[in-house]
C-alpha cells in the first residue's frame, strides 16, 4: 500500500506553468472518455436525487465533464487559459483561477479527476475541500521508476483509500479502475 511523491520531481501544477499551454479537450480523447463518462454518471445519480446539488469542478480543464452533467449549478475552475477560453467559447462555465492556492467554496459536490496526480500537495488539497461529496480520480500503478512525466504523485487503490479512512475525512462509497486509473466517489464523514 502507498500514496507516495516521486523523487526529483518538478512542481508542474503552478500558474506560470500553464500559461503558455494548449487546450486539452480530455473529453473527445478515447483513453479519458470511459473516466470522464462514469464521474459525470455518479454527479448525475446525485443531482437526480437532489437537483439543488451545487458542483465545482477542480482543475475543470475545457470543461468536458461540466458539460455531460445535467444540471445548472455547476463551475468549473481551471489555470490553463486556453482551457478556460476554450471552455468559455463552448458555452462551459469554467473559470479561469488559481485553485490550489485560493481560498475552497463550499459545494454539495467537488470533483477533482486528471488532476490530483499534477498536485504538490494532493492529500492536503482533498483534506481542503468543503463539500458533501467528492468524486476524484487519480492513476494507480505508476511508480518512482515509471509514471507520466509530469505526474509528482503516486497511489495504488489502497493507498488514496486509507488515508481517507485514517484522517476520517471521506468514507468511499463507490471505486472503480478504467484504464489504470482509480476513479472515486466518496461522502463526506460527519462528526
Known sequence: MYFTKFDGQEYYSTQEFHNDRDAVDHVNDEGHRPRIELAAQWANQLVRANPELTIIDYGAGTGGLL???????????????????????????????????????????????????HLDDPLGFIKSLEAEWLIMSMPVGETNEAHYEYHTHGADEEGVKVFMLIHNLWEPIMEQNIWGTQLWLARKFTA
Open 67 to 117: 458539460s455531460l452533467i445535467e444540471t445548472d449549478n455547476k463551475t468549473g475552475y481551471d489555470f490553463t487559459p486556453a482551457n478556460v477560453e476554450f471552455a468559455q467559447n463552448n458555452g462551459r462555465d469554467v473559470f479561469y483561477k488559481d485553485f490550489v492556492n485560493s481560498e475552497r467554496e463550499y459545494s454539495d459536490i467537488a470533483i477533482i479527476t486528471e488532476c490530483l496526480e
